[in-house]
């Protein structure tokens, strides 16, 4: 087994430049079809990606394993992480308690997952975001899923009060075919997935795909199986000590777009804040009326 902790996905993004063509083909449709399609027999991925069982055995020594097991023992593993539990995620963690107080060392988890989080955002992928986000020709579509709905409110709060023809899919799944009518070529949508992805969200962004939408992606380090359809996706790291995952990483991403997209439009914005502002005044809604 590889002593690296990175992921084989970005093994083989890391690698890609030393790879041959075949390797290149292989390494292509391991991508496509990530992480099963490496679950296979070696027989069987070799033909999918029709190259030789030795390009197979090559292409995961020079991504640092032993051979092709050791390969996919490191993607089962991924998998396992992938389905655990909120329970057993906790019981995961290795904690030094008397190290110091909780809370920093949750803390700490937050920081470094912050910190590889923004080492592997590519900035013209989110500078390309930010510039379909400003856009106001552009109707913006937003959907979180069990676990990160909290995280697509977030976005679609401040996204409304920014810009014009902002929309927050409902909760219920069965309404969504609803919003996919108004979807078409000019429509953004953002979708938030983390593990234990859910089929449904996978679903829509296969529909909105199709429909020519194009589809923003924030996950988790493994990837959706979304990543497959969307045309931009972040990563973000989300492992803490905790039954839950954290998406500090994926909302520090949020805010940062935010903050970028109100500032390619701070005249146009801050007319609408100031509209806002105004109809609260005089509306005395939110107020104490005491």
Not at 66 to 94: C, N, T, Y
Not at 165 to 177: D, K, R
Request: hydrophobic content about 45%; glycine content about 4%; some cysteine.
């Amino acid at each position: 087994m590889t002593p690296t902790t990175k992921l084989v996905k970005q093994l083989i993004q890391d690698n890609t430049e030393g790879l041959t063509p075949s390797e290149r083909q292989l390494a292509s449709v391991l991508l496509q079809d990530y992480p099963m399609g490496g679950l296979q027999s070696i027989t069987k991925l070799a033909a999918a990606a029709t190259v030789s069982t030795p390009t197979v055995i090559r292409m995961a020594r020079k991504l640092g394993f032993d051979g092709f097991p050791d390969l996919q023992d490191a993607l089962r593993e991924e998998v396992a992480a992938q389905i655990k539990k909120p329970i057993s995620k906790r019981d995961a963690w290795m904690v030094d308690d008397s190290a110091e107080h909780p809370l920093m060392r949750f803390a700490q988890v937050v920081w470094t997952n912050m910190r590889h989080t923004l080492e592997r955002v590519d900035t013209g992928m989110f500078d390309a975001v930010a510039q379909l986000l400003a856009d106001k020709a552009r109707p913006l579509y937003v959907v979180g899923g069990r676990i990160t709905r909290s995280n697509a409110d977030y976005l679609f709060n401040h996204m409304q009060i920014i810009r014009p023809n902002v929309t927050m899919l409902g909760n219920s799944a069965n309404v969504w075919p609803q919003y996919l009518l108004d979807m078409d070529e000019s429509s953004v949508l953002v979708i938030f997935d983390i593990r234990r992805y859910e089929a449904h969200l996978e679903k829509l962004a296969q529909i909105a795909s199709e429909r020519g939408v194009t589809v923003v992606l924030l996950t988790d380090q493994w990837g959706s199986p979304i990543a497959r359809c969307a045309d931009y996706t972040f990563n973000g790291l989300v492992e803490a000590p905790s039954s839950w995952d954290s998406t500090m990483a994926l909302q520090l991403i949020i805010e940062a777009l935010i903050a970028e997209v109100q500032g390619a439009r701070w005249e146009e914005s801050k007319e609408r804040i100031e509209e806002l502002e105004a109809m609260f005044s005089s509306t005395r809604l939110f107020r104490n009326q005491s």
